[in-house]
Structure formats: C-alpha cells, structure tokens
C-alpha cells in the first residue's frame, strides 16, 4: 500500500506530524528514505490467523500508545483491522479507515459472513470511514456494513496519478517502448491489448484469454504481472498463456510504462476492484480501456467515450468489445485515448489528490492544533 501512495506521505509531511507504519518488513527502509519519515513495523499477515492477528493487534496498541497520535488512518482490511481495533484500545480520537476493495460480495457461505463480520467490526472501532468509490460505498450501504457517514473524497481512488511521469510523450518511454516492440517483434500494423495486473483468478485471466483465442491474427496480447499463488490461473490457461505464439508474458514490471507505450488498449476484465489504479494509469497514457461493469471500472470508464464496459465473466462480450475496437480505426481509436487522458487529469491528477488529502486531514483535525504544522 505505501508504494501506491508514493509520495504522498512526505508531501502530507509538509503540513502534519506524520509517521508511518508498515505490516512488513520487506521495503520498509526503502520507503523511509524515499519519504524522509519514519516507519515502523508491526508484523501482520495475510488471511485469516487469530492468534497472529491478536499479536498485531497488541503490538499496534503498544506502538500508538507510546507515539500517542490524534489520528489513525488506516487502508488495506487487515491493516484496518489491527489499527482500527487498537486506536479503540487506545481510545485515538480519530480513527479513519479506508475501504479500497470489498471481498465480501463476491464471496459465498461462511466465508462471506465472516468477512462481513470483520468489516462491521472495523466500522464500529472506527471514527470515520472512507469508501475509495462510489461502487464502494453503495456496497457498504447495501449490505449494511455501518450506519455511519461515508464519504468519497474527490471522484476516489486513494492516489491519483502523475500524469506527467504516465505520459505517451515522454522521450524515454518512447525509446524503451520500441525497444520492447522490436523484442517481442510486435509488428507495427498490430493492434495490441495489454492486460496488468495479477495472475489471479478473480482477474478474469480466463475470459481474457478466451475472449482473444478468437481473435484475428492482427491481435496481439500483453500480459503483465506475477503469478498469484492465492487463487491462481488454471494451468491450461497458464500454458497458453506462455505458448501462444501472440501472448507476450512480461512477468512483474517495476515500470509498466513501455508495455503501455506500444500497446492500443487496456483490458481489465476483474471480477472485482476497489478502484483500479491501472485504469487511471492507462488512461493518463492516452490507452482507451475495456473494462468490465464493476465498481471503480465503471467510475472511470465511459462506454463511447474513453473505453467499454462489459458484464463479469462474460467471454463472448469481452470478445465483441474486442472485436469492435479491432475494427475502430486507428484515428477514432487515438481520439478515444486522448478523452481518456483528459478524463484522468481533470480528475485523478495525483496533485490535485493530494491538496484533498490535506482538506481532508485538517476538517478532521482542525480543534487539534498539536498535529497540524
């Protein structure tokens, strides 16, 4: 999570006395240099572990009993969890936790109703919560997760984007994305997708990859992103993944940047997001977007305008988008990419997110003048 919110740590840093707290070790001192800020570590981990979560949870109240801050802000569910329960411990005036994804709604039995349980939970130890969406919060609402307000800062996402450094025209990007091309010997009278993101299941890797099967030869497809272990792809679509002689497999990326340069689109076909930091990502790098009809997705992509949107699950829809933006010519489709950038930078530019952010902060802290600079 501190990597998506790069940067705006030390910029906030400017106006309050922040100090920051990751779950793990790994990039911990990496992220305190580049912030100038300290971060401290309070071990967490992933799924679902009483034991270890009790632990975390103790730590977490140790370490703001001694800091003593007049605000918690909290992101990622167990983080949510652990600081949400022991800010109430600790009796923190303002405990704020951010919803950036729901699982629950896409989940089935028991688990759905733990899960349920455990994000009541965060809303009853927290003083305000933060839907990172419109999608989002009508969820909350719906499944009446709290009665409390929930209000959307901006038009959401956590983060915004740079849409200086995510920019077609950057002469670097340019020169490495050719590069690329003439690695993977893309053709220029290709029309290419890029697909990023993890490997997973709930990604939609198997409608993707279907959808393209039937694609015609002019079709190319990048993959971008590491194999998720959690609820990874079937085998059969990994193989074909890694085989097809129009498949490029880039692996993880720390720069997806050329991937985007040389590519005509970006398709997501997620079975859920919170509010897809690739689309915005894309967007700003003039790329329409085929998405599928879910939250965050929908919140960005205008079907007509800067994309499509498709039903989840859907191969035989995600095909016909597809097929459509094929035979889209390549002028319309350059239109498409420049109201896409547009969109993001009237409204996702990271700048402009982070001036809200500082709003935000300062409503909440505005009778505690201790923590404001």
Not at 24 to 29: I, L, V
Not at 194 to 218: M, T, Y
Request: glycine letters at 8%; one cysteine or more.
């Amino acid at each position: 999570m501190l990597t998506i919110l790069k940067g705006q740590p030390e910029y906030l840093s400017r106006f309050f006395n922040i100090e920051l707290v990751s779950g793990q070790e790994a990039g911990r001192n990496e992220v305190a240099a580049e912030e100038n800020l300290t971060v401290y570590l309070v071990p967490m981990v992933r799924g679902i572990n009483p034991v270890r979560d009790v632990v975390s949870i103790f730590r977490m109240a140790a370490l703001i009993f001694r800091i003593r801050p007049s605000l918690i802000h909290s992101y990622t569910p167990k983080a949510g969890l652990v600081s949400m329960l022991a800010g109430w411990i600790c009796r923190t005036p303002r405990r704020v936790h951010t919803f950036t994804g729901l699982i629950f709604p896409t989940a089935y039995g028991l688990k759905r109703s733990l899960l349920i349980y455990v994000d009541r939970l965060i809303c009853a130890c927290a003083t305000h919560i933060v839907p990172e969406g419109y999608g989002v919060k009508r969820d909350l609402e719906r499944f009446g997760i709290t009665t409390k307000p929930l209000n959307v800062i901006g038009y959401g996402n956590i983060a915004g984007v740079d849409t200086e450094y995510f920019s077609p025209l950057g002469l670097d990007v340019s020169a490495r994305g050719e590069r690329l091309r003439r690695e993977l010997k893309i053709p220029e009278s290709s029309r290419v997708f890029c697909f990023v993101g993890r490997l997973n299941r709930d990604k939609g890797i198997g409608e993707l990859i279907s959808a393209f099967r039937n694609l015609p030869p002019n079709a190319r497809l990048i993959v971008v992103g590491a194999l998720d272990k959690t609820a990874p792809v079937e085998g059969r679509i990994l193989n074909e993944i890694k085989f097809h002689p129009r498949i490029h497999l880039l692996g993880f990326l720390e720069d997806i940047r050329p991937a985007l340069f040389i590519s005509d689109l970006l398709v997501l076909p997620s079975y859920r997001e919170g509010f897809p930091n690739v689309v915005l990502q894309a967007g700003a790098m003039s790329l329409p977007v085929i998405a599928t009809d879910i939250n965050g997705c929908n919140e960005i992509v205008e079907p007509g305008l800067n994309g499509w949107l498709v039903p989840a699950k859907d191969s035989q829809a995600l095909n016909v988008a597809m097929q459509e933006s094929l035979s889209m010519s390549r002028p319309n489709l350059k239109k498409m990419g420049e109201r896409a950038r547009a969109r993001v930078q009237e409204r996702f530019e990271r700048f402009d997110h982070w001036g809200r952010m500082v709003g935000f902060y300062k409503s909440l802290l505005s009778f505690d003048r201790k923590s404001v600079r």
